[in-house]
C-alpha cells in the first residue's frame, strides 16, 4: 500500500520561505517521478512542479520559478519543496504525487497525470 505524508506547512509572512517535506513508502520511490500540487477553497487543482525519478531533470510553472526548488533523496524515499519569497498568493494547501513512471512530460501540472497523493499541508502567507 502506498503511503505518502507532507509535513513542513505552516504561516509564514510574505518574503519568508517553508520547506516541505513527503515521505514515500510503499513503492520503489527512485522509480517514480513526482510532482507537488496546490489548491485553494473553489478552485482546481494546480500542479506547480514535478521532478523526475533520479533527481536530474525537472519542470516549474511560471509561476513559482525562480522561487521554489525541489528536490528528493532517492535514499530517504522523501521529496522537497524549498519554497523562499512567498507570497500571500502561494496560500494554499499543498500536495505530493507520485506518477507510475520516471520521468515528468509536458503535462506535469496534470492532476490526472499522477496516480498517488499525500493528504496536503497547509501553507498559508501573510501580507
Known amino acids: 500500500q502506498v503511503q505518502m505524508a507532507e509535513s513542513g506547512g505552516g504561516l509564514v509572512q510574505a518574503g519568508g520561505s517553508l520547506r516541505l517535506s513527503c515521505t514515500v513508502s510503499?513503492?520503489?520511490?527512485?522509480?517514480?517521478?513526482m510532482g507537488w500540487f496546490r489548491q485553494v477553497p473553489g478552485a482546481a487543482r494546480e500542479g506547480i512542479t514535478c521532478?523526475?525519478?533520479?533527481?536530474?531533470?525537472?519542470r516549474y510553472k511560471m509561476s513559482v520559478k525562480d522561487r521554489f526548488t525541489i528536490s528528493r533523496d532517492n535514499a530517504k524515499n522523501t521529496l522537497y519543496l524549498q519554497m523562499d519569497s512567498l507570497k500571500p498568493e502561494d496560500t494554499a494547501m499543498y500536495y505530493c504525487?507520485?506518477?507510475?513512471?520516471?520521468?515528468?512530460?509536458?503535462?506535469?501540472?496534470?492532476?490526472?497525470?499522477?496516480?498517488?497523493w499525500g493528504q496536503g499541508t497547509q501553507v498559508t502567507v501573510s501580507s
Open positions: 504525487a507520485a506518477r507510475n513512471n520516471d520521468y515528468c512530460g509536458p503535462d506535469f501540472a496534470r492532476p490526472s497525470y499522477f496516480s498517488y
Open positions: 521532478i523526475s525519478g533520479s533527481g536530474k531533470s525537472f
Open positions: 510503499g513503492l520503489t520511490f527512485e522509480n517514480h517521478a
